[in-house]
């Protein structure tokens, strides 16, 4: 009993620190932090769909799914940054490429999914890392390649974002990350973009799939007060850079292992 009230305690103590510097506008969270929010975020968001499968509309489940939607938008912030400040835009593009295939496997593992896109439903039928990818793709076109006119430009990333219309997160990941990368520096701003198509993915949501899930989407307003205590730092922990790498796909597999052992191999995503 103990233990959890010094739990809930140190919890208290966290919210209430974190909400003193975001009303005092201190900037207490450099990248490495952000990043860990993000993966015990989707860490919570995909193990709630293995404890509770197909997206059942219950408080508990529908409470962590919401705060599941933090990481989207945070790994769209840190894409944006990622693609201003590397040194090496097309080793950038080829590091995203191939953990996306690799997430792909680990994704389709991870919650019974069949391995072909093109097979089963229409949504969700790979892992939110190749829009991330495609993004990328779509703003490098943009900005370096000057072979080609600005309609063949045009029409090259218009089939691009479509393609990602499969994934988690659809094509909306890919034009909320170019809005964003337009938008770099001016967080409302960027933020007024990311509700703009998170409403748009919600109304589909609403419509085709699921009205609890599209309340859930509403969840990445919960970024905002996150992302504003960003100092811009990177942090000490260099190893972080490749931790996420390696983290994704690996929490997919151990997530695909538990199904199996738990319900079979059956598909346990909405």
């Known amino acids: ?3 959890m009230l010094n739990k809930v ?13 975001f009303r005092m506008n201190k900037k207490i969270l450099n990248s490495n932090h952000l990043k860990l929010i993000a993966i015990i975020a989707m860490t919570i968001d995909h193990f709630t769909d293995l404890l509770y499968p197909n997206f059942p509309v219950e408080p508990l489940p529908v409470a962590l799914h919401v705060i599941g939607r933090l990481t989207a938008p945070i790994m769209w912030f840190f894409i944006c940054e990622g693609y201003h400040y590397t040194r090496d835009v097309k080793k950038y593009m080829l590091r995203l490429g191939i953990f996306a295939i690799i997430s792909h496997f680990a994704y389709c593992f991870g919650f019974g999914i069949e391995l072909n896109p093109l097979k089963g439903g229409i949504f969700n039928r790979t892992s939110v890392m190749y829009p991330l990818f495609i993004a990328v793709v779509v703003l490098y076109i943009g900005e370096h390649v000057n072979v080609l006119k600005t309609w063949q430009k045009f029409i090259i990333q218009f089939i691009l974002v479509w393609s990602a219309f499969p994934a988690d997160w659809s094509c909306i ?15 409302e701003k960027q933020m007024l973009k990311i509700i703009q198509w998170v409403t ?5 949501s609403y419509f085709f799939v699921s009205k609890a899930y599209a309340f859930v989407m509403l969840g990445v307003l919960l970024v905002y007060p996150v992302l504003k205590l960003y100092n811009g730092e990177r942090g000490k922990a260099k190893w972080m850079k490749w931790f996420f790498y390696i983290y994704y796909p690996l929490h997919l597999i151990i997530l695909g292992i538990l199904r199996i052992l738990i319900y079979g191999n059956v598909n346990i995503c909405l």
Do not use: K
Not at 14 to 19: D, I, P, T
């Open 200 to 204: 748009v993915y919600a109304l589909v």
């Open 173 to 187: 990941a890919v034009l909320a990350i170019v809005d964003m990368y337009v938008r770099r520096g001016n967080l």
């Open 9 to 21: 305690d140190i919890g208290t103590r966290l919210v209430v620190h974190f909400w003193g510097a």
């Open 1 to 3: 009993m103990g233990i």
